[in-house]
């Protein structure tokens, strides 16, 4: 079992920032793929960002590319979502996710195993 927990949510204008954090406990990442996505009301909950655990590398939906930047700390067993020049459309809750032997172009929310409980985005006009 992987347990996830996010933090860092909160309300922000547009053009903010906000780094969102994900810590992990009950097993060693190695050999997983790390995840977030969101889900704004009354909508699916779709794919922000995956990294490989062990290889550092990243995939990013088109909507936050070039502004979102999805990384991880080894030593604290933890990812982070910073996120950049923020938009009204990006208010949603955010949830950090995991699947053991994933891949980084796992883009459904079915291909994850693990999952947080979500912190909320807000980003005001």
């Known amino acids: 079992q992987v347990q996830l927990v996010e933090s860092g949510g909160g309300l922000v204008q547009a053009g903010g920032s906000l780094r969102l954090s994900c810590a992990a406990s009950?097993?060693?990442?190695?050999?997983?793929?790390m995840g977030w996505f969101r889900q704004a009301p009354g909508k699916e909950r779709d794919f922000v960002a995956a990294?490989?655990?062990?290889?550092?590398?990243?995939n990013y939906a088109e909507s936050v590319k070039g502004r979102f930047t999805m990384s991880r700390d080894n030593a604290k067993n933890t990812v982070y979502l910073q996120m950049n020049s923020l938009k009204p459309e990006d208010t949603a809750v955010y949830y950090c996710?995991?699947?053991?032997?994933?891949?980084?172009?796992?883009?459904?929310?079915?291909?994850?195993?693990?999952w947080g409980q979500g912190t909320q985005v807000t980003v005001s006009s």
């Open positions: 990294i490989n655990w062990s290889t550092g590398n990243t």
């Open positions: 996710t995991a699947h053991q032997y994933g891949r980084i172009w796992n883009l459904r929310p079915n291909d994850y195993e693990y």
């Open positions: 009950g097993r060693t990442l190695n050999n997983y793929v």
